[in-house]
């Protein structure tokens, strides 16, 4: 499966940014609401993180705490890609953002249980 990340930039405290990620290349009898996906970041010298995650078939979703209400996770599995909207921006939310897939289909957060790994896309935010 590949990934391809998408929609990263350099925007002011309190902007928005909407992050997709399109996979392909999927394994002969799976397709991509088998996968479910996550949204991961990583600072510089910080180890990578868990942002968001979104079941197969979009009917679950998980945050960790610092995003939740400002950030919103959503699939289109009829187009292959899953989003990451980006609201209230602030300073702390500057990464490199990577998506993920994981073949349980179910929503996970630990980094070992995705599979697949896209190339990443950096977000900064200014003060």
């Known amino acids: 499966v590949q990934l391809q990340a998408s929609g990263g930039g350099l925007v002011q405290a309190g902007g928005s940014l909407r992050l997709s990620c399109a996979a392909s290349?999927?394994?002969?009898?799976?397709?991509?609401?088998?996968?479910?996906m996550g949204w991961f970041r990583q600072a510089p010298g910080k180890e990578r993180e868990f942002v968001a995650t979104?079941?197969?078939?979009?009917?679950?979703?998980l945050y960790t705490n610092s995003v939740k209400g400002r950030f919103t996770i959503s699939r289109d599995n009829a187009k292959n890609t899953v989003y990451l909207q980006m609201n209230s921006l602030n300073p702390e939310d500057t990464a490199v953002y990577y998506c993920?897939?994981?073949?349980?289909?179910?929503?996970?957060?630990?980094?070992?249980?995705?599979?697949?790994w896209g190339q990443g896309t950096q977000v900064t935010v200014s003060s």
């Open positions: 993920a897939a994981a073949g349980v289909g179910v929503v996970v957060t630990t980094t070992r249980a995705y599979d697949y």
């Open positions: 290349g999927f394994p002969s009898g799976f397709s991509f609401s088998s996968y479910s």
């Open positions: 979104i079941s197969g078939t979009g009917g679950s979703t």
